[in-house]
Protein backbone atom coordinates (compact mmCIF):
# COMPACT_ATOMS: atom_id res chain seq x y z
CA UNK A 1 0.00 0.00 0.00
CA UNK A 2 1.80 3.71 -0.93
CA UNK A 3 1.95 6.08 1.82
CA UNK A 4 1.26 9.39 2.14
CA UNK A 5 2.70 11.32 -0.72
CA UNK A 6 4.12 15.24 -0.27
CA UNK A 7 5.92 17.60 -2.49
CA UNK A 8 7.82 18.74 -2.98
CA UNK A 9 10.35 17.74 0.28
CA UNK A 10 12.04 21.05 0.09
CA UNK A 11 11.75 24.63 -0.57
CA UNK A 12 13.54 28.14 0.32
CA UNK A 13 11.41 30.82 -0.31
CA UNK A 14 12.47 34.96 0.29
CA UNK A 15 9.87 36.59 2.47
CA UNK A 16 6.43 37.84 1.32
CA UNK A 17 7.06 35.34 -1.60
CA UNK A 18 3.98 32.51 -1.94
CA UNK A 19 4.66 28.78 -1.95
CA UNK A 20 2.37 25.53 -2.18
CA UNK A 21 2.25 22.41 -0.76
CA UNK A 22 0.81 19.41 -2.36
CA UNK A 23 -0.41 16.03 -0.64
CA UNK A 24 -1.67 12.99 -2.25
CA UNK A 25 -3.10 10.92 0.71
CA UNK A 26 -3.48 7.28 1.24
CA UNK A 27 -5.94 5.56 -1.20
CA UNK A 28 -9.33 5.67 0.62
CA UNK A 29 -8.47 7.70 3.90
CA UNK A 30 -11.47 10.30 4.30
CA UNK A 31 -9.57 12.20 6.53
CA UNK A 32 -6.42 14.09 5.53
CA UNK A 33 -4.74 16.71 8.13
CA UNK A 34 -1.65 19.55 7.43
CA UNK A 35 0.35 20.35 10.59
CA UNK A 36 3.27 22.50 10.73
CA UNK A 37 6.23 21.41 12.87
CA UNK A 38 8.38 24.19 14.02
CA UNK A 39 12.25 22.65 14.98
CA UNK A 40 11.68 21.32 18.34
CA UNK A 41 8.11 20.87 18.68
CA UNK A 42 5.42 18.93 18.55
CA UNK A 43 3.48 19.17 15.44
CA UNK A 44 0.55 21.57 15.55
CA UNK A 45 -2.49 20.97 13.20
CA UNK A 46 -3.43 23.52 10.64
CA UNK A 47 -6.48 22.15 8.97
CA UNK A 48 -8.52 19.17 9.02
CA UNK A 49 -10.47 17.70 6.18
CA UNK A 50 -13.03 15.34 6.01
CA UNK A 51 -13.26 14.07 2.13
CA UNK A 52 -13.34 18.06 1.30
CA UNK A 53 -15.32 19.65 3.74
CA UNK A 54 -13.05 21.73 6.37
CA UNK A 55 -14.00 20.07 10.49
CA UNK A 56 -11.15 22.28 12.19
CA UNK A 57 -9.09 25.22 10.36
CA UNK A 58 -8.89 27.12 14.25
CA UNK A 59 -5.15 27.35 13.81
CA UNK A 60 -4.95 28.24 10.39
CA UNK A 61 -3.52 31.88 10.50
CA UNK A 62 -6.16 32.46 7.34
CA UNK A 63 -4.99 36.05 6.37
CA UNK A 64 -2.35 34.20 4.66
CA UNK A 65 -2.44 30.63 4.65
CA UNK A 66 -5.55 28.79 2.42
CA UNK A 67 -5.74 25.08 1.60
CA UNK A 68 -8.24 23.21 -0.49
CA UNK A 69 -8.91 19.14 -0.38
CA UNK A 70 -11.32 19.41 -4.11
CA UNK A 71 -12.99 16.10 -5.16
CA UNK A 72 -11.72 14.94 -1.40
CA UNK A 73 -8.34 13.53 -2.41
CA UNK A 74 -5.43 15.26 -3.10
CA UNK A 75 -4.73 18.82 -1.28
CA UNK A 76 -2.82 21.73 -1.33
CA UNK A 77 -1.62 24.15 1.23
CA UNK A 78 -0.80 27.31 0.28
CA UNK A 79 1.10 30.30 2.45
CA UNK A 80 1.12 34.38 0.32
CA UNK A 81 2.61 36.24 1.50
CA UNK A 82 5.20 33.94 3.60
CA UNK A 83 6.75 35.62 6.66
CA UNK A 84 9.95 34.40 8.25
CA UNK A 85 7.78 32.46 11.34
CA UNK A 86 6.91 30.13 8.64
CA UNK A 87 9.98 28.08 8.58
CA UNK A 88 9.22 24.79 9.79
CA UNK A 89 8.10 21.34 8.53
CA UNK A 90 4.88 21.03 6.64
CA UNK A 91 3.41 17.52 7.63
CA UNK A 92 0.41 15.70 5.51
CA UNK A 93 -1.38 13.09 7.38
CA UNK A 94 -4.23 11.26 6.62
CA UNK A 95 -6.53 8.48 8.37
CA UNK A 96 -9.77 6.22 7.61
CA UNK A 97 -11.85 8.32 9.42
CA UNK A 98 -11.17 11.02 12.66
CA UNK A 99 -10.91 8.43 15.24
CA UNK A 100 -8.67 6.38 13.15
CA UNK A 101 -4.81 5.87 12.83
CA UNK A 102 -2.95 8.77 11.34
CA UNK A 103 -0.38 7.94 8.60
CA UNK A 104 2.63 10.75 7.80
CA UNK A 105 4.14 11.96 4.87
CA UNK A 106 7.63 12.42 4.51
CA UNK A 107 7.10 16.14 4.89
CA UNK A 108 7.65 19.42 3.18
CA UNK A 109 10.73 21.56 4.93
CA UNK A 110 10.30 25.32 4.11
CA UNK A 111 13.34 27.98 4.45
CA UNK A 112 11.99 31.58 4.29
CA UNK A 113 15.04 34.05 4.42
CA UNK B 1 -1.39 24.96 31.37
CA UNK B 2 -0.64 22.78 27.88
CA UNK B 3 -3.34 20.60 26.26
CA UNK B 4 -0.52 17.83 26.44
CA UNK B 5 2.63 17.78 28.13
CA UNK B 6 5.56 16.10 27.85
CA UNK B 7 9.17 16.42 29.37
CA UNK B 8 11.38 17.50 26.63
CA UNK B 9 14.69 15.57 28.06
CA UNK B 10 16.85 14.22 26.82
CA UNK B 11 16.39 11.39 28.88
CA UNK B 12 19.53 9.35 28.78
CA UNK B 13 18.80 5.53 29.38
CA UNK B 14 21.52 2.84 28.58
CA UNK B 15 21.36 0.05 26.22
CA UNK B 16 19.37 -2.96 27.37
CA UNK B 17 17.62 -1.25 30.54
CA UNK B 18 13.74 0.37 30.65
CA UNK B 19 12.77 3.79 28.98
CA UNK B 20 9.87 5.40 30.58
CA UNK B 21 8.28 8.01 28.60
CA UNK B 22 5.21 10.25 30.59
CA UNK B 23 2.94 12.33 28.84
CA UNK B 24 -0.33 14.21 30.85
CA UNK B 25 -3.34 15.49 29.58
CA UNK B 26 -5.50 18.32 30.39
CA UNK B 27 -8.81 17.24 28.82
CA UNK B 28 -10.26 14.48 31.41
CA UNK B 29 -13.18 12.91 28.82
CA UNK B 30 -10.30 12.63 26.01
CA UNK B 31 -10.52 8.87 24.71
CA UNK B 32 -7.73 7.96 22.23
CA UNK B 33 -4.46 8.29 22.84
CA UNK B 34 -0.96 7.56 20.60
CA UNK B 35 2.49 7.26 21.10
CA UNK B 36 4.98 8.19 17.95
CA UNK B 37 8.23 7.69 17.28
CA UNK B 38 10.21 10.93 15.01
CA UNK B 39 13.46 10.37 14.34
CA UNK B 40 15.21 13.53 13.42
CA UNK B 41 14.39 14.50 9.99
CA UNK B 42 11.93 12.25 9.31
CA UNK B 43 8.12 12.29 9.71
CA UNK B 44 6.27 10.94 12.68
CA UNK B 45 5.40 7.04 12.67
CA UNK B 46 2.74 5.27 15.01
CA UNK B 47 4.18 2.86 17.92
CA UNK B 48 1.35 2.12 19.69
CA UNK B 49 -2.74 3.28 20.35
CA UNK B 50 -4.30 3.02 23.34
CA UNK B 51 -8.14 3.45 24.58
CA UNK B 52 -8.63 2.03 27.70
CA UNK B 53 -7.49 1.66 31.21
CA UNK B 54 -4.16 -0.22 31.87
CA UNK B 55 -1.15 -1.72 30.11
CA UNK B 56 -1.06 -2.54 25.88
CA UNK B 57 2.25 -4.65 25.22
CA UNK B 58 3.40 -4.69 21.90
CA UNK B 59 6.39 -6.67 21.57
CA UNK B 60 9.21 -4.49 23.57
CA UNK B 61 6.69 -1.51 23.93
CA UNK B 62 4.04 -1.03 27.03
CA UNK B 63 1.96 1.55 26.84
CA UNK B 64 0.19 2.23 29.67
CA UNK B 65 -3.17 4.72 30.61
CA UNK B 66 -4.56 5.64 33.46
CA UNK B 67 -7.69 8.30 32.85
CA UNK B 68 -8.32 8.91 36.59
CA UNK B 69 -4.72 10.50 36.82
CA UNK B 70 -4.20 11.52 33.02
CA UNK B 71 -1.11 10.21 32.32
CA UNK B 72 -0.37 7.85 29.69
CA UNK B 73 3.12 6.38 29.97
CA UNK B 74 5.13 4.05 27.15
CA UNK B 75 8.27 1.91 28.60
CA UNK B 76 10.29 0.32 25.99
CA UNK B 77 11.95 -2.63 27.01
CA UNK B 78 15.47 -4.10 26.25
CA UNK B 79 16.53 -0.39 24.84
CA UNK B 80 18.06 -0.36 21.58
CA UNK B 81 20.30 2.77 20.21
CA UNK B 82 17.69 2.68 17.28
CA UNK B 83 15.32 3.59 19.85
CA UNK B 84 17.24 6.95 20.03
CA UNK B 85 14.48 9.54 19.18
CA UNK B 86 11.56 12.00 19.86
CA UNK B 87 8.73 9.99 21.17
CA UNK B 88 5.19 12.75 20.86
CA UNK B 89 2.20 11.86 22.86
CA UNK B 90 -1.00 12.65 21.22
CA UNK B 91 -4.41 12.88 22.59
CA UNK B 92 -8.03 13.34 20.63
CA UNK B 93 -9.94 15.69 23.03
CA UNK B 94 -13.71 14.64 24.43
CA UNK B 95 -15.70 16.19 21.36
CA UNK B 96 -13.29 13.57 19.47
CA UNK B 97 -12.82 16.72 16.99
CA UNK B 98 -9.08 17.45 17.44
CA UNK B 99 -5.78 15.75 18.18
CA UNK B 100 -2.99 17.32 20.13
CA UNK B 101 0.34 16.38 20.29
CA UNK B 102 2.72 17.34 22.99
CA UNK B 103 6.27 18.85 22.05
CA UNK B 104 7.69 15.46 22.32
CA UNK B 105 10.58 13.69 24.59
CA UNK B 106 14.25 13.16 23.33
CA UNK B 107 15.53 9.82 24.09
CA UNK B 108 18.46 9.27 24.08
CA UNK B 109 20.28 5.21 24.32
CA UNK B 110 23.59 4.94 25.51
CA UNK B 111 25.61 1.99 24.48
Known amino acids: EAGVAQSPRYKIIEKRQSVAFWCNPI?????LYWYQQILGQGPKLLIQ????????DSQLPKDRFSAERLKGVDSTLKIQPAKLEDSAVYLC???????????FGPGTRLLVL | QKEVEQNSGPLSVPEGAIASLNCTYS??????FFWYRQYSGKSPELIMS????GDKEDGRFTAQLNKASQYVSLLIRDSQPSDSATYLC???????????FGSGTRLSIRP
Open chain 1, 49 to 56: FQNNGVVD
Open chain 1, 27 to 31: SGHAT
Open chain 2, 27 to 32: DRGSQS
Open chain 1, 93 to 103: ASSLSEQETQY
Open chain 2, 50 to 53: IYSN
Open chain 2, 90 to 100: AVINSSASKII
